[in-house]
């Protein structure tokens, strides 16, 4: 059964009790460009704490460089190196996991996000946001080429997705031999600014479907964003906590890499989802309403 | 164990056998343009026997009128009447079975078959080819009004397909209580004329993902389809048979109705597909390699 937080004491010693704090961003800090209440604040008493700060999203729009932007904008204080994204992490996983060959190059259906990271790692690509891409004209296989070079389609967010991007990914899997099917992230849902809208897991859907073929996923809960961390960070999972707003993915992750984990409802995750006959089985450490509720604990 | 068919004699006494012969048409009659050869000399040899002759096809692109037009064009005689296409069966479902209130609509994921076949049903709808859904600019909740009166949610191929469109049918089925998702058939791909491409099942593939939700299915191998012929057609399923390229549509749709089955290898299924240790569970009465083989049988 999960701890519900409630008193300035158990938020304090909740913060005594972890070094490190890995948090998701969208539904837990913000809501699209609505801050929640208190979280700066809360940031600020963990730092005076000396406390290590990680943003660990499955947000693959977004190159780190330019969520750092976001962080800005809402007067988030935050460092590049402490973000880790969905985009970044896929793209150091087909560099140095997957071992792409130089020769070899990914079609990408998602955004300038992905395609920054790629490029930082020295991933080669097409699609993505190539305006021949973004298009609602029918597609012909009569007028497409295949590139034999194509050895792995990347799947993320993508608001300009259409029928020619399914298909040219379509026409890769099938034809290219060994092309690999990868997504950024499965979330079914994603939380804008003015309610929910269908997530990356939902754009790789007829992939999936017309393949019956489940691609390897990189974002929470994979280990993958995990052992991408572990990579550039030092941390002690026994004294580290994942706080998050999503049981399948934020708390699933927290829980397969030995982290304890505190679960927001500020996001998609309500009480009824977490008591009562329906509650799911993935069940978080600890439980507070906002993140917010922290700053009861204090500064030291 | 499927009966292989080889001898003239062997097609003679299975034309002899069956007074109802419904077709399968993408790979049984033709390939996207191209006319399989010997398909209407077959037509010919049935019709001339005084066969009952119906095309029931997933295809939910075109109406029976716009359907009729290809027959026309490929040369292949055949009346409205005698075609039955998943636009028609989805727009009969929806005015006859689930009986949608007068003053209720349906959001519209699809091409011009469907609204056809949905306006000669008496149905009001929304979405489908608006040109102001066919637009790869991304979505704004901000700017979308919600229409009450939208009671279900009808996808089908649409190769206009676009994040706007998936996000609007996910409003409707999270937002509007009771909201239908019907999907006019669940093929993962469909055989153009230059090779295969995502299909209807494919397109609907997002919503499910993200809704976690099967939709109703409304094309073979759905007995829905079925019952939409049977209102229509005279016909005992004991002297019927269904000849299709496909085991999981075609062949699975005139089991489920009791009806003989004959697989073609022009289409989708392959040698490997029912023969050896990867052979399908699903198992055809009879195998011919192509429609022109009938003509061994020859006319009265």
Redesign the interface.
Known sequence: MSIRLSSPEQYDALIDKYDTWMFDCDGVLWHGDRLIDGAIDMLHILRSRKKTILFVTNNASKSRKSYKGKFDQLGVVASVDEIFGSAYASAVYISSVMKLPKDKKVYVIGMSGIEEELREEGVSFIGGTDPAD?????????NFTLDPTVGAVLCGL??????TK??KA??YL?RNPGCQFLVTNED??YP????????A???S????????RDPISIGKPATTMLDCIKAKVNFDPKRTIMVGDRLNTDILFGQGGGLSTLLVLTGITSEKDITGPNASSIVPDYVTQSIGDLRAAGSP
């Open positions: 973004c298009t609602v004209e029918p597609f012909s296989l009569a993508d608001v300009h997705v259409n029928y399914i298909s379509f026409q099938t079914s849902t804008s600014a003015d309610g929910l809208l269908p997530g897991g939902a754009i859907a007829p992939l999936r479907f017309a393949l019956d």
